[in-house]
Every structure is written in structure tokens, then in C-alpha cells.
């Protein structure tokens, strides 16, 4: 099945800007999208197309694709966004894959 | 505002059939931009795409699972529903119904389900 490969963890103050990277060899041909997951909830789609934030996510999350790599970026982390992020793109074949997902801490 | 709903036992036997289904409300589960998809979430670990659907019917599935798993729907009562046959430990999880944003250039999962844990012990 397709690779998407995120760190473990990534851990910043809070007001810093935490940086979550995922690898893929489609990326170059296909969209990245980001999700975050809180404990005990379903996953919220935080970024879409690489880089669009849908309504009502705040300005402060970002995403950007280049090559094998694409980021999201939390400007000014806060201590609310303490959560699972997981990427998400499809392979060559348009078959779904998501990254093992990445535990952002904020402390 | 639309809303995905999972629904069916928490609780199957190994060897057994997982049934589930998802009731959509507050928007039409025929909408032709849209695929309806399972995804799981086994505790503790991360998110696995099932497979998904069409209105039409017209399906695909993640090739780990696809000899074991069967997506339908029902429009009429704005439901789609997930079996998977001969489940073991291993198919103990979280599963989440979800809305597939879907075009020729990008499809992503976009509305959620809260999700229902269904575990499988004898």
C-alpha cells in the first residue's frame, strides 16, 4: 500500500510555530490534505488541496506542497491545538492512504 | 448543515460479520460531487481507509481489505452501510463514516461521523 511517511511527534512552546512534514511519492502529482484529531473525537479537516483552508479553521494553520514533501504549519501554536495530525493524499492509482499520523504537543 | 451517523452492534464474534451503517442527514447522499466512504481507526493507532462509494453503487476498496469488505447503498433511505466478513482481534476499532469530496483532480474526506467502536471478542 501507498507510503505516507509523518514524524512520531513534534513538540513546541506555546506562540511558537510547530512544522509537520509528510512524504509521499505521489505528492508531486497529487494533493495533500490535513487532518486533526483530538482525543476522543473524529478527525476535522484542517487543510485541503495542499494549501485552502475550509471555513471556520482558523488563519493560523497553513500548508504547502513541494515535490515529495508537503507541510502543514501552525503559526503561534497554541495550547488548543494539541492534537493528532494526519496527511492524507491518494496513490497513482487514486486509492486513498493516510500518514501515520504525528502528535503535536504544545507546552 | 450535514451530519453522518454510524449505527450497528459494538460487539461481534470472530468469524462473524461486521455490520454497519451510516445515515445521512442534512443534505442528499445522490449529490453527484460526492463519494461516501469507511474509514477505521484500531485504538491507539492511526486512520485506515476502508473503501467508498457512489450513489450509482460503484465502489472501491482499499486492497489490504477488499476481499473481505462490501459497500452498498440505500438513496432512498440516504444510507450507506459497510460489511466486513470474518473478523478477528485485528478488526477491533473505531469506524467513521464519512462525505469524499471527489473530483478528477482531488477527492478528500470533508464531513465526519462521531464514529462507533466496534469490538471483536468472543
Known amino acids: 500500500s501507498y507510503e505516507l511517511t509523518q514524524p512520531p511527534s513534534v513538540s513546541v512552546s506555546p506562540g511558537q510555530t510547530a512544522r509537520i512534514t509528510c512524504s509521499g511519492d505521489a505528492l508531486p502529482k497529487k494533493y495533500a490534505h490535513w487532518y486533526q484529531q483530538k482525543s476522543g473525537q473524529a478527525p476535522v479537516l484542517v487543510i485541503y488541496?495542499?494549501?485552502k483552508r475550509p471555513s471556520g479553521i482558523p488563519e493560523r494553520f497553513s500548508g504547502s506542497s513541494s515535490g515529495t514533501m508537503a507541510t502543514l504549519t501552525i503559526s503561534g501554536a497554541q495550547v488548543e491545538d494539541e492534537a493528532d495530525y494526519y496527511c492524507?493524499?491518494?496513490?497513482?492509482?487514486?486509492?486513498?492512504?493516510f500518514g501515520g499520523g504525528t502528535k503535536l504537543t504544545v507546552l | 448543515q450535514l451530519q453522518l451517523q454510524e449505527s450497528g452492534p459494538g460487539l461481534v464474534k470472530p468469524s462473524e460479520t461486521l455490520s454497519l451503517t451510516c445515515t445521512v442527514s442534512?443534505?442528499?447522499?445522490?449529490?453527484?460531487?460526492?463519494?461516501w466512504g469507511w474509514i477505521r481507526q484500531p485504538p491507539g493507532k492511526g486512520l485506515e481507509w476502508i473503501g467508498s462509494?457512489?450513489?450509482?453503487?460503484?465502489?472501491y476498496y482499499n486492497p489490504s481489505l477488499k476481499s473481505r469488505v462490501t459497500i452498498s447503498v440505500e438513496t432512498s433511505k440516504n444510507q450507506f452501510s459497510l460489511k466486513v466478513s470474518s473478523v478477528t482481534a485485528a478488526d477491533t476499532a473505531v469506524y467513521y463514516c464519512?462525505?469524499?469530496?471527489?473530483?478528477?483532480?482531488?477527492?478528500?474526506?470533508?464531513?465526519w461521523g462521531q464514529g462507533t467502536l466496534v469490538t471483536v471478542s468472543s
Open positions: 462509494i457512489y450513489y450509482s453503487g460503484s465502489t
Open positions: 442534512g443534505g442528499s447522499i445522490s449529490s453527484s460531487s460526492y463519494y
Open positions: 464519512a462525505r469524499q469530496s471527489s473530483s478528477a483532480e482531488s477527492e478528500y474526506f470533508d464531513y
Open positions: 492524507y493524499s491518494t496513490d497513482s492509482s487514486g486509492n486513498p492512504s
Open positions: 488541496e495542499d494549501s
